[in-house]
């Protein structure tokens, strides 16, 4: 039977400043994200754009504002769940610093979490009945991963980038073609209109690892193609550029998921992260996944961007099976899964 | 003191020679466009200092850590929209540390560097890159020295796998 354990989530390992409240593991009751609220007033003058530092300024109001949306205050929290890593240092500890004097404060219990996993978690949130084990591919700016999430808090990390991230691959191409950043999404729009065979790039293979990705290679051959072009005079067709990034993009991506479903078995592939939000890798995916009898499952575009309320879902199946965390608790750059 | 490389393995040789020489402290800023190999000069860097692994990009991380001989912290400060930001990731925490930084872009962030450090300045086209060492500093003239002598006494004493 699910519970009724109310969570408290904080998410501060990169850009986004975020708390959740989050019941049962299921019932988002608030889930707010600096970028994605007006702070401002709270704040009280201009948000900084990029900065650790800038999480400390911010971590007051957005507790407070998630607290607010939930209607709760904090003697209504049964535990918080906090990312412990990984991520920059500075940035984590402020989340974790204030996750464990709020849970010392009140004399809570403290729960920490990977961001991957937290990542994976998103799907609980989404899809009411998953439950583990099922296959998880984690895409984003910052990481990409394939993961066999066995058991609550039981990860298999079957692959993962050696290089660039898919999302970074994507923003790189962008920033050469003056798309600017973050450039993911605006690839996916311009190769809409673009030939998707246009371009030959190479599908990079690891070494003695299959289900590892690289895609430090496809973004090489496509800024060699662009300088090419320049250096002839030549007019580059945007479109096909980006369609075909996509393309080889998506096919790694797409390729090594099945891969992995096959030799573990599963049934579901969960999608997280960020890229997970493109809908070439959505649609492709989900047709040759349909192909073999695998159900494909994509979180909202909210919950795929970094955010709290996946941590807070984590952090309730960690209370359940007492995976709580010391107050000593410490944030860990390179953290493994 | 410049260095030719043909192939993405080649720029890791040379990277895992410097790493093999890296000294507590030491700055590495390397500069080079989009594709020129700084992530797999870095790479190579880490394998020379021990570390295993993957050594990915650190463009949307802004800083990676690795375990080595020595620390290793990889930073990409592409993504900042004004130096004074490196102040609040901590950065003068890192430099004083015993640790090897190597930045990427770090020319974006000159006037925030040690007055003493190692410039590596990646150019090429295709699969072939000129890889350009400047001194600043006795410490690390010394350092390319060494280095080229490690190089010039051809392979087999850095092993770049992971």
Known sequence: MQGTEIILGIETSCDETSAA???????????????????????????????????????????????????????????????????????????????????????????????????IYANLLATPDLEPPFLSLVVSGGHTSLVLMRDHGA??????????????????????????????????????????????????????HPLDFSFSGVKTAVLNHLNRMRQRGEEVNKADVAASLQRAVVDALTERALAAARSTGSKKIALAGGVAANRELRTRLKEQAACKGIEVIVPPAILCTDNAAMVACAGYYYLKRGFTAPYTLNAVANLPL | MRLKSSSVTETEKIGAALGALAFAGMVVVLSGELGAGKTAFSRGVARG???????????????????????????????????????????????????????????????????????????????TRTLTFTAQGQRYEKLIKELKARVDSGPGDSHARS
């Open chain 1, 21 to 119: 409240v989050v019941q049962g593991g299921r019932k988002i009751l608030a889930n707010v994200i600096s970028s994605q609220v007006d702070l401002h007033a709270e704040y009280g003058g201009v948000v900084p754009e990029l900065a650790s530092r800038r999480h400390v300024e911010l971590i007051t109001p957005v507790v407070r504002a998630a607290l607010r949306e939930a209607d709760l205050s904090f003697s209504d929290i049964n535990a918080v769940a906090v990312t412990c890593g990984p991520g920059l240092v500075g940035a984590l500890l402020v989340g974790l610093s204030y996750a464990k004097g709020v849970a010392l404060a009140r004399g809570l219990p403290l729960l920490g979490v990977h961001h991957t996993a937290a990542h």
């Open chain 1, 155 to 208: 990860y298999e990390l079957l692959g993962r980038t050696v290089d660039d991230a898919a999302g970074e691959a994507l923003d790189k191409v962008a920033r050469a073609l003056g798309l600017g950043y973050p450039g993911g999404p605006a690839i996916e729009k311009l190769a809409r209109s673009g030939d998707p065979e246009a371009l030959q790039l190479p599908r990079a293979v690891v070494r003695d």
């Open chain 2, 49 to 127: 200092l021990g570390v295993r692994g993957p050594v990915t990009s650190p463009t949307f991380t802004l800083i990676n850590e690795y375990t080595g001989r020595l620390p290793l912290y990889h930073f990409d400060v592409y993504r900042l929209n004004d130096p004074v930001e490196l102040a609040d990731l901590g950065y003068e925490e890192y430099l004083e540390d015993e640790g090897v930084c190597l930045i990427e872009w770090g020319d974006l962030v000159q006037e925030w560097l040690p007055k003493e450090h190692l410039k590596v300045q990646l150019k090429g086209q295709g699969d």
